[in-house]
T-cell receptor, first 114, second 111 residues
Framework: ETGVTQSPTHLIKTRGQQVTLRCSSQ?????VSWYQQALGQGPQFIFQ???????GRGNFPPRFSGLQFPNYSSELNVNALELDDSALYLC????FGQGVDEQYFGPGTRLTVT | GEDVEQSLFLSVREGDSSVINCTYT??????LYWYKQEPGAGLQLLTY?????DMKQDQRLTVLLNKKDKHLSLRIADTQTGDSAIYFC???????????FGTGTRLQVFP
């Protein structure tokens, strides 16, 4: 049984650029959620993907978009990066509808926008 | 909208008890959760409490829930240096697995 993995671990981008972050879900998990954790803050829900479609979205602008692939892995894309996008991006995978106690978080990708 | 608040910092001596507090606003949450975050590691679910309970004990952890005041606390007995981390309380959005997290409490344990 493999855990949730994310890549890359760290990333530095320039304001205005675009970035893609990746998440591989735990074996058997078909749902992926993404969170943004700014420095000194709690994680904020961005969106969730199930069956390759968005299944709920938090208060984030459209320049935050995602994809889920048939193998349940997922990407988070952010366009037109802003300085405030600097944060730790966490993904979590779970079996759909099974509850939070079946959800596991990855270690995160640290994004720095300069 | 929903909001979850916590005190920012707590420092305790090894062997003492730690109490981390949280207030939340969404009274419809069925479950409330406590997570632990250590540097370089993902969020780890520590424990959770069903909203119709007022206390849950799990080894060294005790969760207390006051629904009337929308107050949640996590007590860690016999706190160890390995307990040093950031602790988040969380509630679920519309009783799904989508979560609203508090601001986090950094627990520092000194010998």
């Amino acid at each position: 049984e493999t855990g949730v993995t994310q890549s890359p671990t760290h990333l530095i981008k320039t304001r205005g650029q675009q970035v893609t972050l990746r998440c591989s879900s735990q074996s058997g998990h078909n749902t992926v959620s993404w969170y943004q954790q700014a420095l000194g803050q709690g994680p904020q829900f961005i969106f969730q993907y199930y069956r390759e479609e968005e299944n709920g979205r938090g208060n984030f602008p459209p320049r935050f978009s995602g994809l889920q692939f048939p193998n349940y892995s997922s990407e988070l894309n952010v366009n037109a990066l802003e300085l405030d996008d600097s944060a730790l991006y966490l993904c979590a995978s779970s079996p759909f509808g099974q509850g939070v106690d079946e959800q596991y978080f990855g270690p995160g990708t640290r994004l720095t926008v300069t | 909208g929903e909001d979850v608040e916590q005190s920012l910092f707590l420092s305790v001596r090894e062997g003492d008890s730690s109490v981390i507090n949280c207030t939340y606003t969404d009274s419809s949450s069925t479950y409330l959760y406590w997570y632990k975050q250590e540097p370089g590691a993902g969020l780890q679910l520590l424990t959770y409490i069903f909203s119709n309970m007022d206390m849950k004990q799990d080894q060294r952890l005790t969760v207390l829930l006051n629904k009337k005041d929308k107050h949640l606390s996590l007590r860690i007995a016999d706190t160890q240096t390995g307990d040093s981390a950031i602790y988040f309380c969380a509630e679920s959005i519309e009783n799904t697995d989508k979560l609203i997290f508090g601001t986090g409490t950094r627990l520092q344990v000194f010998p």
